[in-house]
Nanobody, 116 residues
Framework: QVQLVESGGGLVQPGGSLRLSCAAS?????ISWYRQAPGKERELVAR???????TYVDSVKGRFTISRDNAKNSVNLQMNSLKPEDTAVYYC?????????????WGQGTQVTVSS
C-alpha cells in the first residue's frame, strides 16, 4: 500500500506562482500530477519517473517544472505564470510499476484557483 501526502494549492492571481508537493512511501516508478477542471476529463499535467525522465502536457511547458526531492521522497510541481485555465483540482498519482503492470495510487486532490 502506498501512502500519499499532498500539499500546496490555493488561490493565486493570474501570472502568479504556486508549488504543489507530493510525498510518497515506497519506491515509486513514477510520480505524476493530474488535474481535472469542472466539466472536463482528468488530464496528465506532468510526470517524473525514477530515472528522472519528465513529461509535460503542452499547455504547461515552459511554465511548470516537476522535480524530485530524494531526501524527502517527494515530488514538487512548481507552477509559474499561472493562467485562469490552470484552475482545477490537482491530483498526485503514483505508480510502483510502469503500465500495464501494477496500479494507480491517487491522492485526495488539492484545489488550485487562478483568478483576479
Amino acid at each position: 500500500q502506498v501512502q500519499l501526502v499532498e500539499s500546496g494549492g490555493g488561490l493565486v492571481q493570474p501570472g502568479g506562482s504556486l508549488r504543489l508537493s507530493c510525498a510518497a512511501s515506497g519506491s515509486p516508478f513514477s510520480i505524476s500530477w493530474y488535474r481535472q477542471a469542472p466539466g472536463k476529463e482528468r488530464e496528465l499535467v506532468a510526470r517524473i519517473t525514477s530515472d528522472g525522465t519528465t513529461t509535460y502536457v503542452d499547455s504547461v511547458k515552459g511554465r511548470f517544472t516537476i522535480s524530485r526531492d530524494n531526501a524527502k521522497n517527494s515530488v514538487n510541481l512548481q507552477m509559474n505564470s499561472l493562467k485562469p485555465e490552470d484552475t482545477a483540482v490537482y491530483y498526485c498519482n503514483v505508480r510502483l510499476l510502469p503500465r500495464p503492470l501494477g496500479r494507480d495510487y491517487w491522492g485526495q486532490g488539492t484545489q488550485v484557483t487562478v483568478s483576479s
